[in-house]
């Protein structure tokens, strides 16, 4: 697919959230916001996403997936279902709902600090 996972992970967070502020992706994906922008200049140059000014802070920016990047968008999201298919392969639907609960807890948990 010519990214790396850092890169597709990226992709894949702009499209989850399209016009997100970079400081909040950068947040997310919990890298320096510098370390963002370099890896928005590189989809940007491949046409996979854009860049557009914040229309109430002209400092920022917010970025979207170009067109380039949708067909990428749809083989990632297709790779998740598969990898997700293969993750809870054996299990019964009953099982796999519990795991997806209890792995939503977890992140709960984490995000919070809490226990």
């Not at 598969?82 to 807890?105: D, F, H, N, V, W």
């Amino acid at each position: 697919m010519n990214l790396t996972p850092a890169l597709a992970r990226l992709l894949f967070h702009i499209h989850r959230q399209p016009g997100s502020a970079q400081v909040e992706l950068a947040a997310t994906l919990e890298i320096t916001p510098v370390t963002l922008g370099r890896m928005i200049d590189r989809l940007v140059a491949q046409k996979y996403v854009r860049r557009a000014a914040d229309p109430v802070d002209r400092r920022a920016f917010r970025v979207y997936i170009d067109r380039a990047g949708e067909p990428l968008v749809e083989k990632l999201v297709e790779l998740g279902a598969q990898s997700t298919a293969r993750a809870i392969g054996g299990l019964s639907p009953r099982e796999s709902l519990k795991l997806e609960r209890q792995l939503a807890q977890l992140c709960r948990n984490l995000a919070s600090g809490g226990a």
